[in-house]
């Protein structure tokens, strides 16, 4: 069991700051609009000869009914039905088009289908999708086929018809059980829809059973959100996500709908966070990342004990497949060290999809030195901890010749009690893993140097 760490408030009001999530390093605030379609075919022909090496595949569906008022996704709301027909063909030719320059490379390890709400497919539309990536590739006999679902809209039907096409793990959108908070985010679901959905994809044999859940909502207070961590517990989820809410109404127009005094003051949303490592950690669960929980037992808890947790923008995995292909709008793919976005208006993509392109619309070719910031900021962000050797064999220089700045500017987590460090490596202690983006901040040579006005990215906390 992992060591069980309440996370002083003082501590989380000192380290809240702006900061990348890392999902990847290079951030996409820092990516350039030059890496375009060509690019992308060029890199795709070039990585065909690599044919032993498994790919991982992420489809974006974003349609939704309504707006959840909350939502910080790439969704498309609509009901038109023609609408969603075209996109699943356009994603259907954007399959065939990356198969065709992949060559022979075709082993999938990994495919994920986010939103949105990729059930809002009816099953005629998902058999088109998901048949048009199986003629094209093959899925290797133990690859990992996820799914996002929504409580509200999916039907025990769709289950059922998701794991005859193959689908193994399942993430549930959750968020906060309390009534009051449901309805001040414009998403009403019952805990009974919420349960019966769990108890179903147990029955089908779904491993790996994820449900997110949010803090920094609308009307939420430690005693409601202590009610609903404790109502999550009562579900047993092999895996919990809990997301900070990024209040963005600049941005985001819908969240204007969101009254600024429903929202919970900064120190009382650092004790809902605490709260929720606390119980999660307190009930058995393994603190995966800085906010992420996976019971002991769930292969997530295993691979980061045996330092063999990979992430990726589908967030963590135990599959080995570095390298993967977005498909759909706003989706997000890397491959011979560089990553590409598709544009994120639903018509910029059709439109480049329809006139023979794929529809890239920024990404970044790594350097050197980005390839080796990377490997520091996965190795931390996903397994605690930087192997000196593993460091020296890949890159062929010692961890501190490399970092000797950056080494020298961890001095306040050492002291906070965050990192240690042996002949071995560096480790972050318990107390450290709410802190892992913090640290990891350390290492970015992009966000270090950035100026006020640059980029803005969600608050660490
Ligand atoms: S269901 Fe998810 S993607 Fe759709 S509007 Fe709600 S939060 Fe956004």
Known sequence: MQQQQIVPIKLLRKYDRPGPRYTSYPTAPVWSDRVDSALYVETLKESSGQVEAPLAIYNHIPF????????GCNTVIT??????RSYVHQMKKEIERASVHLGDRKKIAQCHFGGGTPTYLDNDLFDEVLGS??????FQPDAELSIEVDPR????????YLRQCGFNRISVGVQDFNSEVQVACGRVQSYDQVFSLMEKCRQLGFKGINIDLIYGLPKQTPESFAVSLNQALKLGPDRVAVYSFAYLPKMKAHQRKILEEDLPTTDVKYELFAIAVDRFVGAGYHQIGMDHFALPDDELSIAQSDGRLHRNFMGYTVQSAPEMIGLGLSSIGYIGGSFFQNYPAIDQY?????????????????????LVRQFVINSLMCNFHLDFSRFADRFGTGYHD???????????????DFL???????????LGRTF??????TYDAYFNKSDPAGPTFSRTI
Request: glycine share 6%; net charge negative.
């Open 79 to 84: 009901r038109n039905q023609d609408r969603v």
């Open 133 to 138: 990536l199986k003629s094209s590739f093959d």
């Open 64 to 71: 939704c009914e309504r707006r959840c008022l909350y939502c």
């Open 436 to 441: 892992v983006r913090n640290i990891a901040m």
């Open 420 to 430: 240690e460090e042996s002949d071995q490596g560096l480790a972050i202690k318990p």
């Open 350 to 370: 059709g439109e480049a999809i329809n006139s023979g392109k794929f529809a890239t619309y920024r990404g970044m070719k790594l350097s050197e030195d980005d």
């Open 153 to 160: 809209v999916t039907t025990p039907e769709q289950l059922e």
């Open 402 to 416: 490399y970092f000797k700045e950056e080494h020298g500017n961890l001095t306040e987590f050492f002291d906070d």
